[in-house]
């Protein structure tokens, strides 16, 4: 089974330049923790509720800061026609929860959640996701 057919399409997503109040109101609005930073349809970056809060309220910054002054801009995107189980171990691996979906032309296409993952077929993707995003681990990815 590919990525595409498991994946949220009609993704919302925020530019660089929008500021960080508008990035959280959108990930309120849509209960997510984390939202894709988009460059006319070309994935730039993720900004998360923990780059707001870690990076961004922790050192002082305020609401009009500017998304690209707190997004993860090194992301790791996956291919709409990756297989299920190989997202799953780059999920587990990267330790995240949701990771943006990208065409052959590495445009924005959809996102893949745990969430996602644990309503297909294959459960064993969900687990194996959930147990990588577990364990202790390194840096905050995105």
């Known amino acids: 089974m590919k990525i595409c057919d498991v994946m949220t399409r009609n993704v919302e997503t925020v530019t660089p330049d929008q500021t960080v109040q508008e990035a959280a109101g959108f990930m309120l609005s849509a209960d997510t923790g984390s939202i894709p930073v988009t460059d006319g349809d070309k994935l730039v970056g993720m ?23 707190l997004m993860t801009g090194d992301i790791i995107a996956v291919r709409e026609t990756d297989d299920v189980a190989a997202v799953a171990a780059k999920m ?15 445009k924005l296409c959809g996102i893949v959640s745990l969430g996602d993952l644990s309503r297909e077929a294959q459960s ?14 390194g840096a905050h990815q995105q």
């Open 124 to 137: 064993g993707a969900a687990t194996e996701v959930l147990s990588g995003v577990s364990q202790k681990g």
């Open 47 to 69: 900004i998360t509720d923990r780059d707001i809060a870690v990076r961004g309220i922790a050192k002082g910054y305020g609401p009009e800061t500017l998304v690209r002054d």
């Open 92 to 106: 587990s691996e990267a330790q995240v929860r949701r990771m943006p979906v990208i065409d052959s032309d590495a």
